[in-house]
Nanobody
Framework: QVQLIESGGGLVQAGGSLRLSCAAS?????MGWFRQAPGKEREFVAA????????DYVDSVKGRFAISRDNAKNTVYLEMNSLKPEDTAVYYC????????????????WGQGTQVTVSS
């Protein structure tokens, strides 16, 4: 069955960087990253198509985050630079049958999440 396992979260100071990884099993999907801070709704962060030709970001992370994938490893990455305290959240990867989806309801499978904490 499909499994998505995130890793790479941790504690970092403002201005620092982290790289999240999402290792997937099963078939190849379009992939997305979401995040959820305490008391807030789950928020779209970035998405990438199966081939990597279509990439999308929420405005607040443009120029700071980069989504990529290595299909030989069936792994998706989220490179996060110039991190801010407001980036603190649990980050989830998710798999969709469709490309360019920005809503959580458009994703079929979800990872367990990895905590990212940015200190000021």
């Amino acid at each position: 069955q499909v499994q998505l396992i995130e890793s790479g979260g941790g504690l970092v100071q403002a201005g620092g960087s982290l790289r999240l990884s999402c290792a997937a099993s099963g078939r190849t999907f379009a992939m997305g990253w979401f995040r959820q801070a305490p008391g807030k709704e789950r928020e779209f962060v970035a998405a990438i198509s199966i081939s990597g030709s279509t990439i999308d970001y929420v405005d607040s992370v443009k120029g700071r985050f980069a989504i990529s994938r290595d299909n030989a490893k069936n792994t998706v990455y989220l490179e996060m630079n110039s991190l801010k305290p407001e980036d603190t959240a649990v980050y989830y990867c998710a798999a969709s049958f469709f490309s360019g989806v920005r809503t959580a309801t458009g994703y079929r499978y979800w990872g367990q999440g990895t905590q990212v904490t940015v200190s000021s």
